[in-house]
């Protein structure tokens, strides 16, 4: 009997990949519930802040981390972005234009997306050290531009609007704060997603191909400086959102949203958060503004400490603090996690012994320098201090010196302890792959 075979198609499902449901659907609440656990005025300005900047390290880091382009200059099109959303908005308030205010950060993403594909060209014409000396000049360029022309700019006074604008949409008026964070909240969800899609994307992929060997994706067949290019727009348009949305946010713009020091401050605390991991940027968004916003008001000093936390992070952890999380969730994936506790605990007690000792020593060399009508007399963490006083400084030197010498104790037993570690899982790895 012959046997007839059905030609039928065979059809495969993936299968949902859970996790990534649960992680996003963890970051849409906490983006939504936040503002409900933080409800002081100030919280919710922080709030829409960390939005706003997570937006803008993630679109930061399509170029650093993703594609390995180091720009000096990349706070332009944010701020670029700004001054046309400024515009806009000032537009609608006079009726000479009918925009919802909710789709003005859109507006200024287009501009921001303009510019770097007219700028982007020539910066993406070469790579490394050029390349980060390109966008330098460029981001200075736009700065002296900006004081240049005060018809568009505003000059040192900047341009200033009002956000409650337009028509009301189900009585939204963008007047109070907890409105607009949740408005900014949206855009920082969606455009969250978005970059995330984009390393899925083959022009993700072969941006991060570009950056680890860009001679072999020349022998393919691709022109590396479109791959850099098309990704250099694409982070202008993100760019450009997050700048709409700050002047949103703080309803006016200043020639400072082009200058160096912002672009510096997206470098310094993307590479905090860590580049080398998608979320990294997000954890440097945030400590961006506790540092700008809270570290600034509890210390004259907070730009010297925040140059020592990047010193010390560049020296033991250059992946950021993304890095170190993923590290020691390999651990806890191998059950080796608790042995480490206590090790962590002796370097935290230590290394806040050094932190109290110089942080002494740090405050009483500023309260002398910049507080001295008042006397020398000074409080630190509760505690009066003379500042002029043997016996202050011989404590602060005496704790500092301590710390120091306990810290290194246990930083050395730490890391033999790491290795251990490290070696009992890669042999766990090798038995697994024995075992199947």
Known sequence: ?????????????????????????????????????????????????????????LAFNMLLGQGGMLSFGHAV???????????????????????????????????GMLFAVLLGWVTTKKAGTPFAMITLGVG???????????????????????????????????????????????????????????????????????RDNPERVEFVGYNTQYVRYFAFVASGFFMGISGGLAALNFEIVTAEVVNAARSGALLLFTFLGGAVFFFGPIIG???????????????????????????????????????????????????????????YLALGGTGLVVLLGAGAMIEMVYHLQLNQALGPQMKYLGMSLNAKGFDSWFGAVFVTAVGLALFELTRRQFLQQWGQTQEEIEREIKRREAAT
């Open 1 to 57: 009997m012959a046997h007839i075979h059905e030609n039928r198609p065979h059809y495969h499902f993936r299968p949902y990949n859970v996790g990534r449901w649960i992680v996003w659907g963890a970051y849409a609440l906490v983006l939504g519930v936040a503002p409900l656990l933080w409800t002081s005025s100030l919280s919710h300005t922080m709030l829409s802040q960390m939005g706003i900047a997570i937006i803008a390290c």
């Open 77 to 111: 099109y944010s701020g670029l972005g700004s001054f046309f959303a400024i515009h806009t908005l000032n537009l609608v308030s006079a009726g000479k234009l009918y925009l919802p205010v909710s789709l003005i950060p859109l507006v200024a993403g287009f501009f």
């Open 140 to 210: 200075e360029l736009v700065w002296a531009m900006s004081l240049m022309f005060p018809g568009f700019f505003g000059g040192e006074g900047g341009i200033s609007g009002n956000r409650v604008a337009g028509e009301k949409f189900l009585g939204i008026t963008f007047g109070p704060q907890i409105q607009l964070y949740y408005l900014i909240a949206i855009y920082t969800f969606v455009c969250t997603v978005a970059m995330f899609a984009f390393t899925r994307t083959p022009l993700g992929r072969m941006l991060n191909a570009v």
């Open 285 to 343: 968004a945030v400590l961006m503004v506790l540092a700008l916003v809270l570290l600034s008001e509890l210390t004259l000093a907070w730009l010297l400490w925040l140059g020592l936390v990047f010193t010390f992070m560049v020296m033991y952890a250059p992946g950021g603090i993304s890095s170190l999380v993923m590290m020691n969730l390999r651990v806890a994936a191998f059950g080796k996690l608790r042995p480490l506790l206590g090790s």
